[in-house]
């Protein structure tokens, strides 16, 4: 079946970094969109950044200039990279993709930044 493992997501201070990693398995990991996604307390869920099979990136307008998502195929799994990281980013992180039209996420991993 499929399923994606996240981890990474820690408390750190206002400024600070950190990595958050996905781990997948039950699909053939190279050939789908991979993406992050964030809930904060109240809010929707929010795409925050994708990347293609061919490695193309697209961000969410909050992070672009801080975040960078990148994948490594040979070890199915993708990572998104957390610079300059505020208060509004605390929130649970997921990884996704959509398989044959449905819509698949990890259990998630809580970024809170905090001083």
């Known amino acids: 079946q499929v399923q994606f493992v996240e981890s990474g997501g820690d408390l750190v201070q206002p400024g600070g970094s950190l990595r958050l990693s996905c781990t997948a398995s039950?699909?053939?990991?190279?050939?789908?969109?991979m993406g992050w996604y964030r809930q904060a307390p109240g809010k929707q869920r929010e795409l925050v950044a994708a990347?293609?099979?061919?490695?193309?990136?697209n961000y969410a307008d909050s992070v672009k200039g801080r975040f960078t998502i990148s994948r490594d195929n040979a070890k199915n799994t993708v990572y998104l990279q957390m610079n300059s990281l505020k208060p509004e980013d605390t929130a649970v992180y997921y990884c996704?993709?959509?398989?044959?039209?449905?819509?698949?996420w990890g259990q998630g991993t809580q970024v809170t930044v905090s001083s």
């Open positions: 039950g699909i053939i990991f190279s050939i789908y969109t």
């Open positions: 996704g993709a959509t398989i044959k039209l449905n819509n698949f």
């Open positions: 990347i293609t099979n061919g490695g193309l990136r």
